[in-house]
Every structure is written in C-alpha cells, then in structure tokens.
C-alpha cells in the first residue's frame, strides 16, 4: 500500500479511503507512529477531532494487543489530548508504564517517589515526572552495570528515600552510589554485551577463550562504542583471562587480521569487518601518518600481509636516506627499525657509519633519537665505533633525561673513566640548574647509592631542598618531592653528616619553602635525635613528652608500619587510581590523595612527639607530692573515695581516671602533698595517699 499524507488525501479528495489505509496499516505496521499521528494531527486540524479520535483509538487498541506499550506511551506523549480525554492522561500514562516496566522490581514504589499517582493537570509537570522515572528504572535492581575503576556490578538494592543504590561489583561489594550521580559514573549493559555476559555466562566465554582467543576480543570490541586500549581490554576481561595466562592470550587474540591498532598517543585496537577492510584501514593509516608512525604501523602490521610490508618498507627507506643529512636521529630509528624486521634494503647499510662513524654529529643525533631503547642502542655504537666515545658519553649526561639512559652513561663512564664520572657527578652537583634532569636523576640514584651519598651529603642536601622551590626543576619537582619523605635521598642524608654540618642542615630544612609542613617537622625531628648540637639549639616550648615504655614502643611500632607498609601501599593505589583517567572525576584517586595527606602527617606527629618523648621512671618517683606517674587516693568528708592516675598524653583515659598531665584536672592534681584538698565537680576531697602508678 502506498501511503499519502493527509494534505494528499485533501487534496486528491479521497478522505473516505483514509479510515481504511489506517485500518490496514494498523495491522502491517502498527510502528510507524509518525504517520499514524500526522493523519489524526490533520484531522484534528481540519476540524474532525472526533474521527480523528476514534482513529487513534483503534490504533491504541492494536497496541495494548500487541504489548507495544513504549510506542503507547509516546503516543500519549505526543497526541494525549487528542487520544485521551484530558481527565484521564495521567491514569493512562500510569497504566501505561505499569504494563511497560511490569519486570521492574522497584517500579511501583518509584512511581510514588517521583509522585505520578498524585492528581496533576499540568501535562509539562507529568511528562517531567515520566522522565525521572526513566531514570530511575535505568538502574534498577537486577541492573547490570559498569563503572570505571570498579568493573561491572550489579544492583542490589535501590534505597528511595536516601537517594542512592548499592551495586555489587566484581572488585567490591556493596558500593554506595547517589541516584543523581549514577547517570555520570554508571554505564547501563544491555542484554548481549560481553561485559555483561562475563556475569550471566561465564562458562561460555572460558570456552570462547580457550578455544578462538579473537573470536573472544572480536565480541568485547564490537560491543564497545570506541576503541580500547590494551590496559582497558586487559581490565575488562579481568577475572575472566586470569594473569597468568594474559600474555599468551593477547598474542593470539591481537594477532586476527581483523584487529586493526590505532597510531599516535594512547594505542587503541578496533575490529574491522573484514581482512580485506582491515589492510586498507592500515594503508589508509600509513598515507596519513609521519614518519616516525609510518614506522610504527611497519612494526605491528609487518606480519598481516607481506605485499603490504613490503610496500611500507620501501617508504621508510626512501625516508631513511633522504633525512640523514636533516634529522639523523630519525635516519637512524627508522634503519633500527627495517634491519629488526628484516626488510633493510642493502642500499642503507652503510648508513650507521655516515651517523656515527668519525664524520657524523653525536651530539645532534642523540637529541633527535626520540625512543630510549634506541638512543642505548647508539650509544652503545657510538662507544664501538669512536675513540672519543668518553667525552661524547660525559657530553650526553649533562644533556639526557631519561633516568634509565642515565644509568647506562654513568655505569660506562664509572668503568672507562671512573674520575670522569665523578667529575660530572661533582659538576652537576655544583650547578644544578645547568642540568636540572640529571640532578633529579643523581638526587633520586643516591636514595640507594651510598657512595653518592657519601661524596658531598651537605650539598646535596642543601641542593636538593632548594630545587624544590626552584622554578628550573618544575618539571622535575613531581620526582624530587617525594625524596623528602620517610625512606627518602633527604633523610638518608642526614646518616652520613658530621655533627659540624647539622647546624646548616638543620637551617636548610626550617628555611627552604620547597617542603610540606609535615616533612620538615620529620626532618627537624631525626636532626635533633641524631645530633645534640641542634637539640641544644630547641625552642624553649618544645617541652619533653612523658609517657610509659609501652606507650612508647606503640608509637615507634606505628611508625614503622606507616612507613614501611601503609605509605608504599598507599602510594601504589595512587598509581593505579592516576592510570583510571581523567582525575577530576576520579573519586579513588582523590580517596587515596587524602590518606597520603593523612598518613604522612600522622608521621610527620609521631616524628615530633617521638623526638621529644621522655620515659616516665617510675622506680625513681618522689612520692611525697603528685608527679606524673604517680595515683592518687583521695578521700570525701562522706566517706566517698576516688583514686586518679596521672600519666601522659599518649595514656589518657578519662572514662577510667586515667588523666593526662596536660589536662586541666591533671595539672591540679601535680605538686599536690599528703592533706592537700581539691575540689573536683563540686566536691571538696583530700588527698589521702600517692602510690607509684607503675
């Protein structure tokens, strides 16, 4: 049947053969609403509302049948006046969604959440009460969901009244998440998504991945509305390929001809359609990319198609020659590159030599070789093929930055030129500024290297604090501040200064603005217990701290835990929780950040208190008046008896009158003798005995 809109119909003056086309397409295609609600739109326009109604009444009649309750629903969006009486929308719309989420577990309750059973004649207020329902019911019990972070969950339980929902994920269980928060954190799974199959059919995609490893990353990435890097296929197949078989099946799995990899920034892996879709999404690639991705896209797709490497190989070869002379550095890679695969044409063999025999630039071809692994790689050639290898290698240290290129340098120079060495060692060590990356890399090596310690201690202290505030080490201050911390190069330092040296220690640690507030308490601390020069030197309010050997050894064996365990772990979650994106959003990374301030303040405490902590000698205690350490037994005019300890901060309980010395009721009690009175909540008492407390 061919379908005429209503100005047709009109115009062609065949009105009386509408009812039986509507009639008609009812029953063949009861879906396609728009021209079902353009017919009784004109009707209603042309003044016959009331065959415009009794039209859509038949229509909503088929779909009530047929259980098309969401087509329902937007007819009565779209057309309910005309559809319904006015009186009656809101009853119909309820019965509507009632029949089109009758699964839902939490519907009923959540329809007299958002208030749709109370009477409303505005129809901008119904539809807006509709919509948050919608919402609601996307992530209701049963639901299955992901959220970054945390993988895919379930919902468990969706409390109305507090706004939120508890999820069980596969990491963690009953997870609390705001109602109005779920639509930016959680990702609704439809039925069929691998992610969600991992909860519902676990034993068919282990099968799936033992026995076709792509056919199992073909039905995640075609489930996937972008592509996915590798750490984000690894995480999200996580519990299903365990680690130790992770390796092997990547290999497999990305080795499809269909699996195509994007180039540039964070790799991303696709699945095309086809083999054949496949090669031409890499020719395409390669004709769009520079260089240096040219080759990259040669290195992953060598193995897809020979022809195809074959003709890329040519490319780069013919780039290769033609930037000797421009970008040597880039000549080299790409020579490193065709000679690993096998596809180096003989006309380039002796490039290497022009590059780096005795007529080539070592100096501006390092700086243009961008890949660490073969800047080594030159440098190793470079120590082959030239008698000058020392001075060009002591050259590349002041001017590298990468730290492990670094320990390949100074590991060659320490054995070819061990004075050299340290006479860069010592240069950089003068002048930090002029090699602002190797002296974080030298900072950072002397956390574990005690002869670099050892050589200057001093200098590099006082170098290292005052790069921390140094507008030249911006981009190095990330590496260089956590060296002040417990474990660090700076308190490992202090272990090798001379009690001569502590003073000026002492003064780069209080002047240098570069610290947190809680490292240069630590530091201050491990100075004065390490030398009695700068004790000497101690404000007069930093009075000594009394507690029991038991509260002391608490104390150190809770710094040592927070040190050795809790701040490493810590440090590893903010690790993870930084890789999970953009950290803004990051609820776990800004978690973590806060213990790190937490811990790391704590034992910045524990450092100061420990530093000034004293052990309360209770064998040597002068009984005849309250000293700390001491109980004391007083005595009411009615008979009443009270019996308080006095001890130290560390120790205080007050519920069992146990009180510390620097309380209020503490510092009434000391100096009291044997007959005193005080006066405790009212109550005159005397003092009839003190006793050791310990």
């Known amino acids: 049947m061919t379908l005429r809109t209503f100005e047709e119909y009109r115009s062609q003056g065949d009105l009386a053969s509408l009812d039986e086309d509507w009639l008609n397409h009812v029953e063949s295609e009861p879906s396609d609403l728009d021209w079902f609600l353009g017919i009784a739109e004109g009707l209603a326009g042309a003044g016959e509302e009331d065959r415009a109604r009794s039209l859509l009444e038949l229509y909503d009649a088929e779909l009530a049948g047929r259980d098309l309750w969401a087509l329902r629903l937007e007819v009565l969006r779209r057309a309910g006046p005309l559809a319904v009486r006015p009186s009656r929308l ?105 992610l969600r199959r991992k909860l519902e059919e676990p034993e068919v995609l282990e099968r799936l991945r033992d026995e ?22 690894r995480e999200a197949l996580a519990g299903l390929v365990p680690e130790s078989k992770w390796a092997g099946w990547w290999a497999a799995a990305r ?52 022809a195809l490497a074959r003709e890329m190989a040519g490319d780069l070869a013919s780039i290769a020659g033609e930037s000797a002379e421009s970008d040597p550095g880039l000549a080299l890679e790409l020579w490193f ?32 070789v961008v890949d660490r692994l073969l800047r080594e790689r030159a440098l190793a050639m470079l120590r082959e093929r030239r008698d000058d290898w020392i001075a060009i290698w002591r050259d590349q240290m002041v001017r590298e930055e990468e730290p492990r290129v670094l320990d390949l340098l100074f590991a060659g120079l320490r054995e070819g030129d061990p004075d050299g060495a340290q006479r860069v060692v010592d240069d950089v060590l003068a002048q930090p500024r002029r090699a602002p990356a190797t002296f974080a890399w030298l900072a950072e090596r002397a956390a574990h290297d005690e002869e670099l310690r050892g050589r200057s201690p001093l200098r590099l202290l006082q170098q290292l604090l005052a790069a921390l505030a140094d507008p030249e080490f911006a981009r190095q201050r990330a590496r260089l501040r956590p060296l002040a911390d417990s474990g660090g190069t700076v308190p490992r330092l202090l272990a090798s200064l001379e009690e001569d040296q502590a003073a000026a220690a002492l003064e780069s640690v209080r002047r240098v603005p570069g610290l947190e507030a809680y490292q240069r308490d630590a530091l201050v601390a491990a100075l004065e217990l390490r030398f009695a020069s700068v004790r000497a030197e101690k404000p007069a309010h930093h009075q000594p701290l009394y507690a029991t050997a038991a509260a002391i050894a608490a104390q150190r064996a809770e710094l040592k835990r927070l040190s050795e365990v809790d701040i490493p772990a810590n440090r590893k979650a903010i690790a993870e929780a930084r890789a999970h994106g953009d950290l803004r959003e990051n609820f776990e990374y800004k978690a973590a950040r806060e213990r790190h301030e937490y811990l790391n303040a704590r034992v910045a405490a524990l450092h100061r208190d420990l530093g000034r902590a004293r052990p309360i000698e209770f064998g040597k205690l002068d009984l005849g008046e309250v000293r700390i350490g001491a109980r004391v037994v007083l005595d009411a005019p009615a008979g009443e008896r009270r019996v308080y300890t006095v001890l130290g901060p560390w120790e205080s309980r007050p519920e069992d009158n146990v009180l510390s010395y620097e309380s209020d009721l503490g510092q009434r009690l000391l100096g009291l003798k044997p007959g005193d009175t005080v006066e405790i909540g009212g109550a005159t008492l005397v003092v009839a005995a003190i006793e050791p407390a310990g």
């Open 90 to 194: 809101q009853k119909e719309v309820v019965t509507t969604l009632e029949a089109l989420w009758r699964d839902k577990p939490n519907l009923a309750p959540a329809i007299d959440f958002v208030g749709l059973r109370k009477n409303t004649e505005d129809p901008v207020r119904l539809w807006d009460k509709v919509t948050r329902l919608q919402s609601l019911l996307v992530f209701d019990v049963g639901e299955v969901v992901l959220m970054q972070g945390q993988g895919v969950g379930r919902v468990v339980e969706v409390n109305l009244p507090l706004e939120s929902l508890k999820i069980d994920f596969e990491k963690r269980s009953g997870v609390t998440v705001g109602l109005r928060a779920a639509a930016k954190l959680l990702k609704p799974l439809p039925p069929g998504h691998l």
């Open 212 to 233: 076709d490893p792509p056919g199992l990353l073909r039905a995640l990435l075609e489930t996937s509305d972008r592509p996915l890097t590798a750490g984000e296929i």
């Open 255 to 306: 080795r499809h001809p269909q699996v195509v990899a994007s180039t540039g920034g964070r790799q991303a892996y696709r699945w095309e359609a086809s083999e054949q879709g496949a090669l031409s999404a890499v020719r395409r690639a390669f004709a769009h990319a520079d260089a240096r991705g040219k080759a990259d896209l040669l290195r992953r797709h060598a193995e897809r198609d020979p």
């Open 337 to 368: 590159g065709l000679e690993r695969l096998g596809l180096l044409p003989a006309y380039l063999d002796e490039l290497p030599e022009k590059l780096l025999g005795p007529d080539g630039d070592p100096r501006r071809l390092l700086a243009s």
